[in-house]
């Protein structure tokens, strides 16, 4: 019997630690994963990433702590933690002499209870209805990855782990991936682990990421801030464009950490704030063009957290 998910989360890593020899290469690395969501895992070249990911699913031993998957420890409750878990680790092998359904019939047979209803259900959830009695050997790159996914999630898991899904992706390829993976989270209510090096895409695909350096969790950071547009206390970095940029910094000097910057005057205001030295601006007969706000993407946080290395 599954025990209760502790904080909504699906998954714990809990003082994960990884030694071999006098290296170690995961250190004491604690993470939870929620219910329901897409997370994102990021690193510079060999930060561990994979390391991680192979102990999740037992493909490797963990030197210290553990692996807590739907209550059940994959260390001492093996079975019953990893029958929760889908994963494609490295590329999805098929059998390409087989149609895409036979395929997942063949793998079907492997799990009890899977039935052709459900075999129906994944191959309509990853869109791949209209091309999946056709050889698996004439399928793109991207319709393999698809079908690799309907394969780790037949048996509804409640956690779907992909290491660097999108290599070799062309961008429709990658469109459509980061599509079904959002809608297998909402739809399915799976939580996706993906690791990727596109911080684009994991920008445009996860709810939220973790960042490790050289073994350890650096930050853990939302990528979609629901809400936070509407909350009026929410301070950010504000560009006004102005017709009298001197007149404007006069009028603004000591304040709100006025500074000229590209395109404009720069200040740190929540909403009100921003509302106020607008009206304040064309009271005095400046002219506002216009008002933007200057967001970090997530690979300009990326950088600035792990001082400029490369992600791989």
Known sequence: ??????????????????????????????????????????????????????MMVGLM??????VIIRGHSIRTE???????????VENPEMYKYMSGYQNLLHFSRMIPGITRQRIDEVVDLVGLKGRINDKVRTYSLGMRQRLGVAQAIMHKPSLLILDEPTNGLDPAGIREL??????????????????????SEMELMCDRVA??????????QSVRQAGTANDAS????????????EGALQLL?????????????????????????????????????????LSKTLEDQFLEITGGESVV
């Open 78 to 88: 093996y079975e019953k933690a990893i029958r929760h878990v889908g994963a494609i």
């Open 178 to 199: 980061r599509d079904y993976l959002r809608k297998l989270a909402k739809n399915e209510g799976i939580t996706v682990f993906v690791s990727s090096h596109l911080l």
């Open 253 to 293: 000097q000591g304040r709100f950490g006025v500074k000229r910057s590209e395109g404009g005057l720069t200040i740190e205001a929540d909403r009100d704030t921003v509302a106020a030295v607008n009206a304040e601006l064309v009271q005095q007969g400046i002219k506002v063009y216009s008002i933007r706000v």
């Open 1 to 54: 019997m599954d025990r209760p998910i502790p904080n909504g989360s699906v998954v714990q890593l809990k003082n994960v630690t990884k030694r071999i020899g006098k290296r170690t290469i995961i250190d004491n690395l604690s993470l939870d994963l929620p219910e329901a969501e897409v997370f994102g895992f990021l690193g510079p070249n060999g930060s561990g990433k994979t390391t991680t990911i192979r």
């Open 61 to 66: 031993a963990l030197t210290d702590g553990d």
């Open 234 to 245: 929410a301070v950010s970095t504000v560009v006004f464009e102005v017709d009298q940029e």
């Open 211 to 220: 960042i490790i350096q050289a073994g350890k969790l650096i930050d853990v």
